[in-house]
């Protein structure tokens, strides 16, 4: 059930009931748990920075994403075309906000690191010449990224092939280039700051470490189905 803005006998009140024009089966988005301990990721990565991304930054882009679609709900039953074209930002950030560390979370692990294997492996050999070769151009692209924002490994359905993207902001790998995510490295200062303050190349060489290749091969076999 959703909130409907009901009014009764010339007031204005909240109450929780399906009322029609309003859809009653929207469910919220929840912050998903981390499949490890915040300081299981130490080293590389401060249980603090990991207590605070996750607790704090990603719970802060579910909250506001559902937030947002509360009221483009509210504004798609009125027919307010305006109010649903303001409140794409909003969507857009949030949305890609909750989409993208809900992956992140998942490439990473405590006994990750090394190279992958199989066919991921494989592939990478095929698109980028090597492992090394693949590392060192998703390094430098996260080196790259200008202010906050993510850089991917995805996979290209049409040409099937790996490739390597930069986002900025929130904005989505998919929604914004139409690769499917197999690997995001979160370059917002967030994700590092507290540990390795302005140094981002030292963050980007402790990450390897704790890249969770299974993860990875996993969603590169879904995304090639
Ligand atoms: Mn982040």
Redesign the pocket.
Known sequence: MMLCRLSLFGRTSLKLVPALGCPSSRQKHTLPDLPYDFGALQPHISAEIMQL?HNK??AAYVNNLNIAEEKYAEALAKGDVTAQISLQPALKFNGGGHVN?SI?WTNLSPSGGGEPQGELLEAIKCDFGSFEKFKDKLTSMSVAVQGSGWAWLGYNKESKRLQVAACANQDPLQGTTGLIPLLGI?V?E??YYLQYKNVRPDYLKAIWNVINWQNVSERYQASKK
């Open positions: 991304h930054h990603h560390h992140f979160d917002w967030h994700a």
